[in-house]
């Protein structure tokens, strides 16, 4: 449990990066490219991601060399998702809760972050892999 929290901890701190990251970058799309706030919120995702990927890769998840190439695909796959999510909350805090679209991304941010942080421990984490299929146990 530890071990889990420090993790958490560090996915934390990545994604406080990242959301400076993504918050940024849609304030400045929106505002100062005037871009509707849904395309900016998507780009700015987009931006952040990548950031994650590269940092959560290097100092969160436990996740092998040699495998990068799949983990870079299911990491964009579960980003997909992420970005699906963060969409819709965007939308549904904007348009139907009439949340400015800033605060709106406060809350979305948080939302999707703990889809991030689960969907990231089960799909990219050898270990975390290897002890639900039950290698490390000798079942397998």
Same mark, same amino acid.
């Given at each position: 449990?530890?071990?889990?929290?420090k993790?958490?901890?560090?996915?934390?701190?990545?994604g406080?990066?990242?959301?400076?990251?993504?918050?940024?970058l849609?304030?400045?799309?929106?505002?100062?490219?005037?871009?509707?706030?849904?395309?900016?919120?998507?780009?700015?995702?987009?931006?952040?991601?990548?950031?994650?990927?590269v940092?959560s890769?290097?100092?969160v998840?436990?996740?092998?060399?040699?495998?990068?190439?799949?983990?870079?695909?299911?990491?964009?796959?579960?980003?997909?998702?992420?970005?699906?999510?963060? &969409?819709?909350?965007?939308?549904?805090?904007v348009?139907?809760?009439?949340?400015?679209?800033?605060?709106?991304?406060?809350?979305?941010?948080?939302?999707? &972050?703990?889809?991030?942080f689960? &969907?990231?421990?089960?799909?990219?984490?050898?270990?975390f892999?290897?002890?639900? &299929?039950?290698?490390?146990?000798?079942?397998?």
């Amino acid at each position: 449990m530890k071990k889990i929290f420090k993790q958490f901890c560090r996915f934390s701190a990545v994604g406080v990066v990242s959301f400076l990251i993504d918050y940024g970058l849609l304030f400045t799309f929106t505002e100062s490219l005037h871009m509707h706030y849904l395309w900016s919120s998507m780009l700015s995702f987009s931006a952040a991601t990548v950031f994650n990927y590269v940092y959560s890769t290097k100092y969160v998840f436990e996740c092998s060399g040699e495998r990068r190439t799949g983990q870079f695909g299911m990491f964009l796959l579960l980003g997909f998702c992420g970005l699906l999510l963060n &969409s819709i909350f965007m939308k549904m805090l904007v348009e139907h809760m009439e949340l400015h679209y800033m605060l709106a991304k406060i809350c979305a941010a948080f939302l999707v &972050s703990l889809w991030n942080f689960g &969907s990231r421990k089960i799909f990219l984490e050898e270990s975390f892999r290897d002890r639900i &299929s039950g290698r490390r146990r000798g079942l397998l």
